[in-house]
């Protein structure tokens, strides 16, 4: 309004000049007056010069003061040199501004310059306007503030007519990136006259000073501002313009984005604030008329600028709806300015609600931030922020429930938190529930032991439940597994994550069900268990198990010496080893001996992929290969094993080395090959486990076998099953009596035993045997159990073939076939026998020379030399066996003798029933020996009837 004023004094000064009606002396008039008012460096021409109407061009006051194109001065004349001016019309007035600085016109001559300056004073010192209207036609001010360089065009009408100066104005403001229209009105020019605008344009979101604290720049995009101010003339342009005059005003605010693509943001937004000067203080309160809402949804690269976890980003990206508001009931404004010591503070009380779908989240709080002069923010405070989120998901995860309460404070210097976390948390897929679980935290941040540092850990011990498996294998929880965490504290220095955290000794339970089946509960066995995390740019996880060890009480698995290196970059996805380093089965006597398994990590999140080997500790030489992979999206997988292959020679690897209950097993030459897959999906589990099994020869409990050849497919790991007609063939079986071309159907069950073995079903098993055939069929065998039970059949067994089998050598000969059934026992205690019978079909011959020890017992009773004479030739029309044996070695034999001798009483008929009983060992030692068994031994263990 100065300007306005020197212009007009100027218009004056020209309309005397005017009197002299010469062009030459107006301009040496101009000239002369404006030298002595401070400007020696001014220069005008006058274009036109009448009675009524003056012209001045090329009007410069100097180097970087005011200039105009055109003045042109409309007055009334009075007499010959008196006169009234009627109007003052400027054209491309343009006017240097510096607000807010110690010279904000610094064109202003010196004498006046205090009066300009000095608030309270300028108006009072000001002249009244010789002129009662002033119009300026495209005039520009310059204004250089805060170092932005800003170009206001304007057109103004400024009336005195009723002696109080009303300015009416609009224009353009312009800057880089900025475009804003304005309408502007003030009913006056001195300090108390209120000034109304309006605004309406377009800013350039990168073209903005943004804050140095904020994290990113927006890469582009407008924000569309509709505003209204109302409030009073500054006092002074020395007073910076901030938030000092915002205070004064009353302003609202409409804010339009269409669109505002920052890196990984692209979004449109929407919202009205209005701006109010405090009641009771001095300062301003922003109130929410509209809520804030901002629609879109940033994007996974997010994270180039925001150090956040890849879940957190994901979850980020996913947000559709931003929508901030005053918390109902609030009891004070959204954000109140007041002014402070070193500045301004900002007390905030807000809720924002997010939206991801079907996915919500409520953050609610209260605080205060501090801005000084020279920074944008100082300190912070939150005395209260809540956060409650329900259904969002966490990239594969999926956070069924999350309540978090916490307060804390920052400044440049230190800072501190406290916060409350419990939750729940899932990992979805569509084929069916995924990992679910929950936790409660009690977490403090504060600053680490170095610059830059943060600090983060447990206040106290927490809690953390897995509710739900994946669709993995067809496990299931059947009770949550609990773990409790003992501590764990991260730090973040220069943008690097690091964290631990540690699992409290044997804490971990649960129960895990396979199928349709009772379940497996586990535990952890004392020692600590401990999670290592670190992120810069990529993740990296350690899990160290140490002397912890993790235990399926079901089937007796003890997991140990665990260590798992886990690596997540994105885009390249997942790498790293997993190692253990004992797998043990704590069962006597166990099912396996002692295994590893190492394998390395690779793929991403929703599709992990393994590939390593498993082998036996202290059997280098023992490597199947193995390959896992597992699809988290669709819940399918599969664990492919082998195909390898395993050598067996004595002294070096036995069957026992890898199963420790076939330790009756001595010797082995021969090779297992073993090949299997374990898939799983929407549906049950399928399994398969095929081992191809040649021993060339295998020494058991003094058992010879030779030729052993089977594949068996396994279709349950755990527990232990098979396929139907399972096949088995041996060459030849030695356990005294030679047993040969064995063959037989098998399969394996599931026999609900604790320690998992499974049950043998022998649906068929013959073999060939002195010139006959013995037989098993239907028959059941739990392995792993002390006690069996099996019935063999026996088939036409001939004796001539029998007898020289056992050994027996030439005294005892016979022709015929046996058949009839034993009934066997096995124990720990040894081999029994009930009720086993068998008996010739048809006739025979039986031979059997006692010798010496016959003719001792001839010479004691007449019936005993009859009978040894007639077993010499005996041609027999009935041969029947009862057999007996206890575990200890006690036998009970019973013969059934019907027939004759054609040289013992002119073939006289002779029935015997001849009984041996006790320990017969000696009596069939003897008699493969050819040895003599002993009057005294028959005396005692032989009954005649």
Known sequence: MRTLLWLGLLAGFALAAAAFWRTDLAEAAVHRWLASAGFPEAAVSVAELGWTRTALDGVDLGPGAPEAGRVVITYRPAGLIAGQLVAVEVHGLRVPVQPGARRPLPWLPSRTRAAATSPGTAAARLPPLPVDRVRIVQGRLDVTAYGESIRVGFDADLDATDGSPRLSAEGVARAAGVRLRFQANTNGLTRGSTLAMTIDGEVSATELAWPAELPGRPDAGRVRLRGEYRGRVPEALSS?????????????????????????????????????SAAATPGLD????????????????????????????SALAGMERLVLQEPAGADGPLLALRPSADGWRSDWR??????????????SGQGGLDHGRDAWLESATAERLEIE??????????????????????????????????????????AGAGIGGDFQLALRAEPGDGPDTARVFMRESGRLRLTSLPPMAGLRLSTPITVELLSGEGTLREGVWTGRLRVAPGAVSGLVTAGEGDGQAFRSSPGVIELVAHHAGTTALRLIAGEAAVQLSGPGIELGEVAVDVAH??????????????????????????????????????????????????????RVPLQLRHDAGTGEGELVLGPGSLVFRPRALTPADLVPRLGVIE?????????GRLAWGAGPPESRLTLELSMAELQAAGVGVQGLETALELTGLPPVRSAPDQRLSIRELRAGVPVTDIRGRFRLLDAGTADGAPALDVAELEADFAGGSLRLADARFRLGQPAQRATIEVREVAL???????????????????????????????????????????????????RETGQALARQAQEMELMIRALEDFRYEVLAADLERDPDGELRLGLQLEGSNPDVLEGHPFRFNITLSGNLDPVFRALRLGGDIGAGFLQEHLRLR
Do not use: C, K, M, N
Request: without cysteine.
């Open 389 to 430: 989120a329900q259904g969002l998901r966490l990239g594969a995860a999926r956070l069924e429930r999350l309540q978090f309460a916490g307060s804390g404070a920052w400044s440049r210097a230190d800072f501190h938190a406290d916060a409350e976390v419990q939750g729940r948390l899932s990992r979805s897929a569509e």
């Open 240 to 276: 910076p313009v901030g938030l000092e005059a915002l205070t004064q005003a009353e302003l609202d605010l409409e804010l339009a984005v269409a669109s505002w693509r920052v890196r990984g943001l692209d979004a449109s937004a929407s919202g009205r604030l209005a701006l109010r």
């Open 800 to 850: 001539e073939r029998l007898l020289p089998a056992l050994g027996l050598g030439e005294d005892v000969r016979g022709e015929g076939r046996l058949s009839g059934r034993i009934p066997v026992r096995l124990d720990a205690e040894g081999v029994a026998i009930a009720e086993g019978e068998l008996q010739a079909r048809e006739p025979g011959r039986l031979q059997v020379r006692l």
């Open 569 to 622: 970059a994105p885009p390249r996805g997942l790498s790293g080893s997993i190692e253990l380093g004992r797998i043990s089965h704590q069962v006597s006597p166990p099912a396996f001996a002692p295994l590893r398994v190492a394998a390395r990590l690779s793929g991403d999140l929703d599709r992990l992929r393994l590939e390593g080997e498993a082998g036996a500790l202290g059997h280098d030489d023992v």
């Open 350 to 363: 807000a809720r924002l609600r997010a939206e991801q779908g079907e996915g919500r989240v409520w953050l």
């Open 286 to 313: 922003a109130h929410v008329l509209e809520p804030l809402v901002l629609t879109g949804s940033p994007s996974a690269d997010v994270r180039a600028f925001l150090p956040l976890p890849d879940g957190l980003a």
């Open 667 to 675: 010797e082995a030459t021969g090779e297992l090959r073993l090949e």
